[in-house]
């Protein structure tokens, strides 16, 4: 699966990943509906670092679709809320 975390650029992440991801995507939603700002600048902090680290990253000048996108580490909470769909970042 291909995931561009915006500002940064494009990685390659295994399907395998996927549970794991999904795991602090639900803790990040959970955070954002609480209004726990803290808890949501630790645990998108975490899901771009899993994501940097399970990823290979893709040549800059590749030109892949991509089928997930998050935000970049500074994005707000609102900012992160119109970016949402029912299932948080990454679809289940």
Do not use: C, K, W, Y
Not at 46 to 69: F, K, N, T, Y
Request: glycine content about 10%; proline content about 7%; cysteine-free.
């Amino acid at each position: 699966m291909i995931v561009r975390i915006m500002g940064e650029g494009q990685l390659d992440v295994a399907d395998g990943h996927l549970a794991e991801l999904n795991s602090l995507d639900d803790e990040l939603l959970a955070e954002m509906e609480g209004g726990d700002e803290d808890g949501f600048r630790r645990t998108l902090g975490a899901l771009l670092e899993a994501v940097r680290r399970l990823g290979e990253p893709l040549p800059d000048d590749a030109l892949e679709p991509s089928e997930l996108i998050l935000p970049a580490p500074d994005a707000s909470l609102d900012e992160v809320r119109e970016m949402l769909s029912d299932d948080g970042l990454i679809p289940g």
